[in-house]
């Protein structure tokens, strides 16, 4: 069993950060990238972030490069978003995954975090 809880959602502020972060428990995997996707009801699922687990390489999804940071912590097995300057477009349940070595795809996610931002 593998486990992705996320935490740090809820009501913000527009303009506000956000602090996601999201932690695996569970059997071990060979991690190759942990991720960050947001949901809104009606829409595809979009790529938020991601990062590879050994080498702390982050790549970033159009809405929201330049104004959010993913960052990873092996000793805690937690994967983090930080997002800045947040409009009521980034309202969203938003998702953390994790793709193992060899898969083409994420496999394992977490139930989802609501996120909210509104005055």
């Known amino acids: 069993q593998v486990q992705l809880e996320e935490s740090g959602g809820g009501l913000v502020q527009p303009g506000d950060p956000l602090n996601l972060s999201c932690v695996r428990s569970?059997?071990?995997?060979?991690?190759?990238?942990m991720g960050w996707f947001r949901q809104v009801p009606g829409k595809e699922r979009e790529f938020v972030a991601g990062?590879?687990?050994?080498?702390?390489?982050?790549v970033y999804g159009d809405s929201v490069r330049g104004r959010s940071t993913i960052s990873r912590d092996f000793a805690k097995n937690t994967v983090s978003l930080q997002m800045y300057s947040l409009t009521p477009l980034d309202t969203a349940v938003y998702y953390c995954?994790?793709?193992?070595?060899?898969?083409?795809?994420?496999?394992?996610w977490g139930q989802g975090i609501q996120v909210t931002v509104s005055a």
């Open positions: 569970g059997r071990a995997l060979n991690v190759l990238y």
């Open positions: 990062i590879t687990w050994n080498s702390g390489r982050a």
């Open positions: 995954a994790v793709r193992q070595a060899g898969r083409s795809t994420y496999e394992y």
